[in-house]
């Protein structure tokens, strides 16, 4: 039996401490205050795992790097690079901040890989990837990671450390990689200059973002699948919108796109362009699970009945916002919508929906129970709607969808009318906390619990990650979560651990 059969074949909560055999000794030990230094300071990365392929990334770095730089790449089927089976050189383009991809084809599918670059004299900390399964292809089991709001001046980044462990087949990132303010005085540690506005702001912080050896050690352990929230660009944006009405913030908005596809392992073909960056995508893991990874940000509506003289969030009532109401109002954008609708799969056992907010309603006690969060899916309720009719309506199997945004653990059922629990299960979300951002309102999510017998679980109190087990006969969840958030090197611990059975909705 494979390694990964093996282990996938074992309770969740045994994966804990898994042997990290076959990952580089520095990415299963990474340093809290010593990264790799020189050319490659900010590490490497690999993403958008196909059968036949994927893509790798890193960032020559120094301060004398001048023009373009041709770098050295290279692929093995063993750590020690001594069975090679591609190789190439890229350029490190000085107008994508000397940033550069390779996007290797033609290995063989459902393997791991391993891989380097070379430069000036200098050769890269080797990373692991792998290829998916090829279409069609019997999976035994599916190992993933979500994570989401890794704000830096907020806490250290001690969760990476359950990735790495846990050894994944992907990381999902569902949104807020970087944070664009500046710090507050108490940051524990802080963001260097002050809030992002131009490309040269954006690049600078997502290198220092990049400089964690922990996040390094996470993007060097398993290719990632990435969508983004808001803080990519400007906190509660919606659109070609931010909340101040800046007639600058497409500028704004392009040149934080820019930096983004330089800093992340994505396809060189979604290079932004003048209109934004097609970031939506599929990816489908053999014959187990089609991943659907969705943009909420780029294309949504306004948000409905903002502030006098502002755009961005609000919380108001549905009284007092009639167009809370208006079916012509979306968060995904139409064509959005139409590309989800027509991709859910019948041919797979499992449907899993990435994106960046909790999509189950939540009631809150206290003065803000009548009170609807615009930014969220009950400020954009018909569009939700529109999209729980299409997995009623086509019967879609395996539904489940993965969250973040809101900084706390949540799971809960999604169920044909969103808050009617008597109504039919469709759908099972898995919302992850926090890589390290705080939470607001800790206790009346605690005491708003009963209020919602849909949600079974809700935990803002803790930082962390979620990790999962996919099989084609059940999905096995752990939330996990970090003992002190301050500390680089501290303890973790399962928060809960639930399991979903193929064809049945819902968390045992």
């Known amino acids: 039996m494979r390694r990964r059969h093996l282990l996938a074949a074992l309770p969740v909560l045994a994966l804990t401490g898994a042997a990290a055999l076959g990952v580089p000794a520095w990415v299963r030990r990474p340093s809290a205050s010593v990264p790799p230094s020189g050319r490659f300071g900010l590490g490497v990365a690999s993403g958008t795992p196909r059968a036949d392929g994927m893509v790798l990334w890193t960032r020559l770095t120094g301060p004398d790097l001048q023009g373009d730089v041709p770098v050295d790449w290279v692929l093995a089927e063993d750590e020690a690079f001594r069975r090679v089976v591609a190789q190439g050189q890229a350029l490190a383009r000085a107008e994508d901040a000397h940033t550069l991809r390779a996007e290797p084809d033609g290995l063989a599918s459902d393997r791991v890989y391993w891989y380097r670059f070379e430069a000036l004299g200098e050769r890269s900390p080797a990373g692991r990837t792998r290829t998916a399964p090829a279409a069609g292809a019997a999976v035994a089991a599916m190992r993933f990671v979500i994570a989401s709001c890794q704000r830096w001046d907020h806490g250290h980044w001690a969760a990476w450390r359950d990735a790495v462990e846990f050894e994944p087949d992907l990381v999902i990132f569902l949104g807020d990689y970087l944070y664009e303010g500046e710090s507050p005085r108490w940051a524990l540690r802080r963001h260097e200059g002050g809030p992002c506005l131009t490309l040269e702001d954006y690049r600078a912080r997502h290198a220092q973002y990049r400089s964690d050896p922990l996040l390094q050690a996470a993007h060097a352990v398993a290719p990632w699948a990435l969508t983004w929230d808001d803080h990519e660009v400007v906190n509660d944006y919606a659109g070609d919108l931010d909340p101040r009405r800046d007639p600058a913030f497409p500028a704004r908005r392009a040149a934080a796109y820019r930096a983004w596809w330089e800093h992340m392992p994505v396809p060189a073909a979604w290079r932004p362009a003048a209109h934004g960056l097609r970031l939506y995508h599929r990816l489908d893991w053999g014959a187990l699970a089609r991943l659907h990874v969705a943009d909420l940000r780029q294309y949504r509506a306004p948000q409905a009945c903002p502030l006098p003289g502002r755009a961005g969030t609000n919380l108001v009532t549905p009284e007092g916002c009639p167009e809370l109401a208006d079916p012509g109002r979306s968060m995904m954008g139409r064509a ?39 930014d969220g899916w009950e400020g954009y309720a018909p569009a939700r709607q529109r999209l729980l009719d299409t997995l009623a309506a086509r019967r879609v199997p395996g539904a489940v969808v993965l969250s973040g945004d809101v900084h706390g653990h949540y799971v809960a059922h999604l169920h044909a009318r969103p808050n009617d629990p008597d109504s ?22 605690r005491d708003s619990l009963p209020l919602n017998p849909h949600v079974k679980l809700a935990d803002a109190e803790h930082r962390g990650l979620a990790r999962f087990v996919l099989t084609p006969q059940q999905l096995q969840a752990e939330l996990r979560t970090v003992v002190d958030v301050d500390d680089p090197s501290s303890a973790r611990r399962t928060r809960a651990t639930f399991t979903v059975e193929a064809g049945r909705p819902g968390v045992a």
């Not at 299960?425 to 390290?436: K, P, R, V, Y």
Request: hydrophobic letters at 45%; aromatic letters at 10%.
């Open 336 to 374: 959005q919508e139409r590309w989800l609708d027509e991709g859910w799969s019948l041919d797979h056992p499992w449907n899993l929906l990435a994106q960046a907010t909790l999509m189950a309603p939540f009631q809150r006690r206290g003065v803000i129970a009548s009170r609807v969060w615009t």
């Open 424 to 445: 039919p299960l469709l759908a099972t979300e898995f919302c992850g906390t926090s890589i390290s951002s705080r939470a607001r309102g800790v206790e009346t999510v």
